[in-house]
């Protein structure tokens, strides 16, 4: 099964910008393996921000945006709110199965 | 709004089994597929697999084949993962989602403990 690797952490200033990453063991992560982005804050259960590379849900704030970078999906936050701390998860399809990365926690100081 | 409400907690002995349920609501059962997804205390997520409602088809993750049963009842727009021979390391929290990009809804988890 596919390894799928995040940063652990990462740190970002009220208003600036910051970008996740998500890389695979298999190699380059492409659109094909329709990358999603999701935000998870203490005590609550996930929530989608993005599916399928770079599309946003109704619900998701303008200031985020995903790409594929480098040969990896990419989560970009432009802007940083203080409500913006939390965990950040991606996923990815290997052949049919779904597999998480570790998840980067983002902290906005 | 689609709504799924899940099950209540469950504290299991190592080697029982644990049923969740997850039932949904405002929208048509039967056309999205149901994922479970579970998180251990402090760690990441991980993904179990799917539930095609429409027609009971399953797809389950590697690690679980063999101990894992996803099922559903369309009379009541339910669905089940029934999770067996329990270890301490099943201790975990679980989610179901879904939505027409599969992952848009989701439960509000049900923790599952696993001790002697």
């Known amino acids: 099964q596919a390894v799928v690797t995040q940063e652990p952490s990462l740190t970002v200033s009220p208003g600036g910008t910051v970008t996740l990453t998500c890389g695979s063991s298999?190699?380059?992560?492409?659109?094909?393996?329709?990358p999603y982005w999701f935000q998870q804050k203490p005590g609550q259960a996930p929530r989608t921000l993005i599916y399928d590379t770079n599309n946003k849900h109704s619900w998701t704030p303008a200031r985020f945006s995903g790409s594929l970078l480098g040969g990896k999906a990419a989560l970009t936050l432009s802007g940083a709110q203080p409500e913006d701390e939390a965990e950040y998860y991606c996923?990815?399809?290997?052949?049919?199965?779904?597999?998480f990365g570790g998840g980067t926690k983002l902290t906005v100081l | 709004q689609v709504q799924l409400v899940q099950s209540g907690a469950e504290v299991k002995k190592p080697g029982a089994s644990v049923k969740v349920s997850c039932k949904a609501s405002e929208y048509t059962f039967t056309g999205y597929f149901i994922q479970w997804v579970r998180q251990a205390p402090g760690q990441g997520l991980e993904w179990m697999g799917w539930i095609n409602p429409n027609n009971g088809g399953t797809y389950y993750a590697q690690k679980f084949q063999g101990r894992v049963t996803m099922a559903r009842d369309t009379s009541i727009s339910t669905a089940y993962m029934e999770l067996s021979r329990l270890r301490s390391d099943d201790t975990a929290a679980y989610y179901c989602a879904t939505g027409g990009h599969y992952f848009d809804y989701w439960g509000q988890g049900t923790l599952v403990t696993v001790s002697s």
């Open positions: 996923l990815v399809s290997h052949s049919g199965a779904r597999v």
């Open positions: 298999t190699g380059a992560v492409t659109s094909g393996h329709y």
